[in-house]
């Protein structure tokens, strides 16, 4: 298969996003939101935001690119790629929580029953929600393949218009019932990300340009102003920077030549990328409590010099967990599913 290299760039982008929402944090608490300090926070933590919307973005662009004709073997296929990893590192949070955070008993049944009531750790909750994704994804392939571009953009932009009188309802003092929305905002990414792909992405760069220019600039003030309407994964605001970030990285031309030392970096952490998801948040505590002293007088150099070494470690460890236990098991789910 030929490389798309924006893709690359863009499994690697939102790994280093999603590390920069974890640690940043800690160093920007104190200072006043509209101080030079805070300013340069927000305009960091908007940054950084527009990660995880990225991730679904990527893989609805991958997974729905290709209608497929049996929905058992994607489901083999697939599954065995996002769910072995999952549940290795979920294991691994279900003892450090166990053991650290909530001492008590650990049995394989106890963590069997934990691990489908609710994630073992903060950010996992984003793989239960691509689970749900994978699930439809063989019958919405088929769907999406067979519509033409513009009745696809139609349909995307009507759901969001229905996801956004939900969301800003409350600031015109309205409740709503929330079941006659039946629209998710992570598969409106899922599929967005899919639908930009089948667009001329240099035609559109303007375009692109705009709506990353819009979604950053209502996205910090949405967040300076304390605005509690989803402006991180719901709002109009986060869908305009993820799909302008998205097309100005699909279209981009001037990305560095194959080889290149950037290339090379940026390939590496999208080789790794989600199992650098998985485990960033252990990397963090154990960087966090036992190496960096925490302190407010330098956020910047704080959140900079923490991040790259959060992402270092995190790339380290699932480098060495890939390469020595979930690829093999992978590779054998594989084979097993092919015979």
């Known amino acids: 298969?030929?490389?798309?290299?924006?893709?690359?760039?863009?499994?690697?982008?939102?790994?280093?996003?999603?590390?920069?929402?974890?640690?940043?944090?800690?160093?920007?608490?104190?200072?006043?939101?509209?101080?030079?300090?805070?300013?340069?926070?927000?305009?960091?933590?908007?940054?950084?935001?527009?990660?995880?919307?990225?991730?679904?973005?990527?893989?609805?662009?991958?997974?729905?690119?290709?209608?497929?004709?049996?929905?058992?073997?994607?489901?083999?296929?697939?599954?065995?790629?996002?769910?072995?990893?999952?549940?290795?590192?979920?294991?691994?949070?279900?003892?450090?929580?166990?053991?650290?955070?909530?001492?008590?008993?650990?049995?394989?049944?106890?963590?069997?029953?934990?691990l489908v009531r609710e994630p073992q750790f903060y950010h996992l909750w984003f793989v239960y929600s691509l689970i749900g994704l994978y699930f439809i994804t063989p019958f919405l392939s088929v769907a999406v393949n067979q519509i033409a571009t513009r009745t696809l953009w139609t349909a995307i932009l009507i759901l969001l218009a229905i996801l956004q009188v939900r969301v800003f309802s409350p600031l015109a003092g309205i409740q709503i019932n929330g079941a006659i929305f039946l629209v998710s905002p992570w598969l409106l990414y899922f599929a967005g990300g899919y639908a930009i792909t089948r667009l001329d992405a240099h035609q559109y760069k303007l375009a692109f340009l705009g709506l990353t220019l819009f979604g950053f600039i209502?996205?910090?003030?949405?967040?300076?102003?304390?605005?509690?309407?989803?402006?991180?994964?719901?709002s109009l605001n986060m869908y305009a920077l993820a799909f302008g970030v998205f097309g100005l990285f699909m279209g981009a031309k001037q990305l560095p030549a194959d080889g290149a030392i950037l290339d090379r970096v940026m390939s590496t952490i999208s080789k790794y990328s989600y199992e650098i998801y998985l485990v960033h948040p252990l990397v963090l505590i154990w960087l966090r409590d036992k190496v960096f002293e925490m302190t407010e007088f330098h956020p910047i150099w704080n959140t900079f010099l923490l991040t790259s070494t959060v992402l270092f470690g995190s790339l380290l460890v699932a480098a060495v967990i890939q390469t020595l236990v979930t690829g093999p098991c992978v590779r054998v789910a594989d084979r097993l599913a092919a015979s």
């Open 1 to 114: 298969m030929t490389r798309q290299k924006y893709l690359d760039y863009l499994r690697a982008f939102p790994a280093i996003c999603v590390i920069g929402i974890h640690t940043h944090g800690p160093f920007f608490q104190k200072p006043a939101i509209w101080s030079p300090t805070g300013i340069v926070g927000g305009i960091m933590d908007t940054m950084v935001r527009v990660g995880l919307p990225l991730f679904f973005m990527i893989s609805g662009a991958l997974l729905l690119a290709t209608p497929y004709a049996s929905a058992s073997r994607f489901y083999l296929k697939r599954f065995p790629k996002i769910l072995i990893p999952f549940i290795l590192y979920s294991a691994a949070y279900y003892a450090y929580v166990h053991t650290f955070e909530k001492p008590s008993p650990m049995s394989v049944s106890d963590f069997g029953m934990a």
């Open 218 to 234: 209502s996205t910090f003030f949405a967040r300076a102003a304390h605005l509690q309407i989803g402006i991180f994964d719901q």
